[in-house]
């Protein structure tokens, strides 16, 4: 059994959106959650945004064994003022354990998808997103996930939902 973390933080300069939220607690330290993923996990996924404060904070941060990959938002929120949609999202997984192709999904590293509308908070992800995490981070049924920043718990819904459609290439579905 692994451990694996899921990290979607409020995103660099964006904690003031969250400042209703009950667990809110400012801006995110995003050195001091490197390295708790690094020390406390097997394997973990982490979230963030496609501007240049946000890569530029990441970017010597990022241990060399995890890789960037990239959620395309088919249809994205236009901001008022910002000519240029942000329509993808780097997202960041260490994997715990080599991911194994099957038919569940194709092992890209990105993934493309809508965004969630009217789900209680800003960023809750996609399950098509978090299915998709889950397979390139390595999981299996028996690891343990753990959401650093549960929100809404629709990873953690995910993760039940995901779990109960596995099967490993060889296994009857």
């Not at 990022?62 to 929120?77: E, G, H, L, V, Y």
């Not at 569940?104 to 995490?133: F, N, Q, S, Y």
């Amino acid at each position: 059994m692994m451990r694996i973390a899921y990290a979607d933080p409020p995103y660099p300069g964006s904690a003031h959106l969250y400042r209703d939220h009950p667990d809110y607690a400012g801006e995110v330290d995003y050195r001091a959650l490197l390295e708790r993923l690094e020390r406390e996990f097997d394997g973990w996924v982490l979230h963030t945004a496609a501007t240049p404060r946000a890569i530029k904070l990441l970017a010597l941060l990022i241990p060399d064994a995890a890789r960037w990959m990239s959620w395309q938002k088919t249809f994205a929120a236009f901001k008022k003022n910002v000519s240029v949609a942000y329509a993808w999202e780097p997202v960041i997984v260490k994997a715990a354990r080599k991911p194994v192709v099957s038919t569940r999904e194709v092992m890209r590293d990105w993934v493309a998808c809508p965004i969630t509308l009217k789900r209680g908070l800003i960023g809750v992800k996609p399950e098509a997103v978090c299915h998709w995490a889950f397979e390139m981070v390595g999981a299996r049924p028996e690891d343990e996930l753990i959401d650093l920043f549960p929100g809404t718990g629709a990873v953690t819904k995910a993760w039940g939902r995901w779990r109960h459609k596995f099967t490993l290439p060889g296994e009857a579905a």
